[in-house]
């Protein structure tokens, strides 16, 4: 079944640590897209890409960093420089060709230790 | 001023209940747009698509005004079920012709014996 999976589910990180959010997708879309939600709020971009090999910025981006070297995954690094790295992250991709429906990975719940 | 708002809620009614949420929006280049359903800690799923003609899926109704910058969500004889966070989604238009996926906060509804 296609799909867009996100891991791990849980993640936690501790002080001064890089760590990375995995997201695969074999939906063949070209756009792919980071949140970052934050209880009893709406999701924030973070980063996207509408093609391989391409990112730009969302609205949240600092203390984050990405890249886009295969169509299929859209890693997300959160760096130490992220102070407040606690949210839910989701990541979902879209068929720009097509569509304009959002699919959606399960997300990753990440805290701080 | 957020680009997509909505009141955060909660809504608490009784099952039976007819309940109606409203999302605004700021950018008249805004394309397309969408409700999704978000249930705690889950991905959020496409609940309908709107149209200024207005669409319908069985109990719930959505729909567009263009000149006053809102879409709003109906649902009639609420359904336990029915509890959730609703999230209204934007599609605005950035150079190049694309587009970003833009959230609202959500509305929360609790539907209750």
């Known amino acids: 079944d296609g799909g867009i999976t996100q891991s791990p589910k849980y993640l936690f990180r501790k002080e001064g640590q890089n760590v990375t959010l995995s997201c695969e997708q074999n939906?063949?879309?070209?756009?792919m897209y980071w949140y970052r939600q934050d209880p009893g709020q709406g999701l924030r971009l973070i980063y996207y890409?509408?093609?391989?090999?391409?990112?730009q910025k969302g609205d949240i981006a600092e203390g984050y960093s990405v890249s886009r070297e295969k169509k299929e995954s859209f890693p997300l690094t959160v760096t130490s420089a992220q102070k407040n790295p606690t949210a839910f992250y989701l990541c979902?991709?879209?068929?720009?060709?097509?569509?304009?429906?959002?699919?959606f990975g399960s997300g990753t719940q990440l805290s701080v230790l | 001023r957020k680009e997509v708002e909505q009141d955060p809620g909660p809504f608490n009614v009784p099952e039976g209940a007819t309940v109606a949420f409203n999302c605004t929006y700021s950018?008249?280049?805004?394309?397309?747009f969408f409700w999704y359903r978000q249930d705690c800690r889950k991905e959020p799923k496409l609940l309908m698509s709107?149209?200024?003609s207005g669409n319908e899926d069985g109990r719930f109704t959505a729909q567009l005004n263009r000149a006053s910058q809102y879409i709003s969500l109906l649902i009639r004889d609420s359904k336990l079920s029915d509890s959730a966070t609703y999230l209204c989604?934007?599609?605005?238009?950035f150079g190049g012709g694309s587009y970003i996926p833009t959230f609202g906060r959500g509305t929360s509804l609790i539907v209750h014996p």
């Open positions: 950018n008249s280049a805004s394309q397309s």
């Open positions: 989604v934007v599609n605005i238009i």
């Open positions: 709107v149209y200024s």
């Open positions: 939906l063949n879309h070209d756009a």
């Open positions: 890409s509408q093609i391989v090999n391409d990112f």
């Open positions: 979902a991709s879209r068929d720009t060709k097509t569509g304009e429906k959002l699919f």
